[in-house]
T-cell receptor, first 113, second 111 residues
Framework: GAVVSQHPSWVICKSGTSVKIECRSL??????MFWYRQFPKQSLMLMAT?????????EQGVEKDKFLINHASLTLSTLTVTSAHPEDSSFYICSALWRYEQYFGPGTRLTVT | SQQGEEDPQALSIQEGENATMNCSYKTSINNLQWYRQNSGRGLVHLIL?????REKHSGRLRVTLDTSKKSSSLLITASRAADTASYFC???????????FGEGTQLTVNP
């Protein structure tokens, strides 16, 4: 139980385009989901906390207009990288909160060319 | 900002040897967890230790926590090549709150 999926697992896009990443809790409902970003050979950095039915809470230094988060249901949160640039290339990992524990998705590799 | 540091940043050992990784953090915590991440993959939860616990075991894993020093260690005994991965500690201030990750240790176990 407590499985979290992400889609797509990898994506390549051109600079200036937008990319949407989905995070789903498959067998539980999650009122809270978290989005992390990981650059190569670095640790995970929390980008934002997503709460179902309300606006996401962004960490300091994360542009809310660039990284749009929507948590429209108890099983789905989406992260949209708008007007992507090569410096947005990274590994994006979500987690979903269930019974006070975070369950992580497998991650999405974004490459912006 | 990151909670703390892990050392060493990289560790290379032979199969069968023990591997010890350390994690330090800066603020009071509720839980400390250790995760493994294979290259380019998601996180695998290894073990959780609560702030009122000092030591915990799970199979070949042994975790210690010293809240007075704000540090934790992860010991992997009798390492295997399959243990090659990055290992991260993560802390939370309360149940269900955000996790703050350490910098990670890249472990390489040579066959």
């Amino acid at each position: 139980g407590a499985v979290v999926s992400q889609h797509p697992s990898w994506v390549i896009c051109k600079s200036g385009t937008s990319v949407k990443i989905e995070c789903r809790s498959l067998d539980f409902q999650a009122t809270t989901m978290f989005w992390y970003r990981q650059f190569p050979k670095q640790s995970l950095m929390l980008m934002a906390t997503s709460n179902e039915g309300s606006k996401a809470t962004y960490e300091q230094g994360v542009e809310k207009d660039k990284f749009l988060i929507n948590h429209a249901s108890l099983t789905l949160s989406t992260l949209t990288v708008t007007s992507a640039h090569p410096e947005d290339s990274s590994f994006y990992i979500c987690s979903a909160l269930w019974r006070y524990e975070q369950y992580f998705g497998p991650g999405t590799r974004l490459t912006v060319t | 900002s990151q909670q703390g540091e892990e050392d060493p940043q990289a560790l290379s050992i032979q199969e069968g040897e023990n591997a010890t990784m350390n994690c330090s953090y800066k603020t009071s915590i509720n839980n400390l967890q250790w995760y493994r991440q294979n290259s380019g993959r998601g996180l695998v939860h290894l073990i959780l230790i609560r702030s009122n616990e000092r030591e915990k075991h799970s199979g070949r894993l042994r975790v210690t926590l010293d809240t007075s020093k704000k540090s934790s260690s992860l010991l992997i005994t009798a390492s295997r090549a399959a243990d090659t991965a990055s290992y991260f500690c993560a802390t939370d201030a309360s149940y269900g709150s955000r996790l703050t990750f350490g910098e990670g240790t890249q472990l390489t176990v040579n066959p």
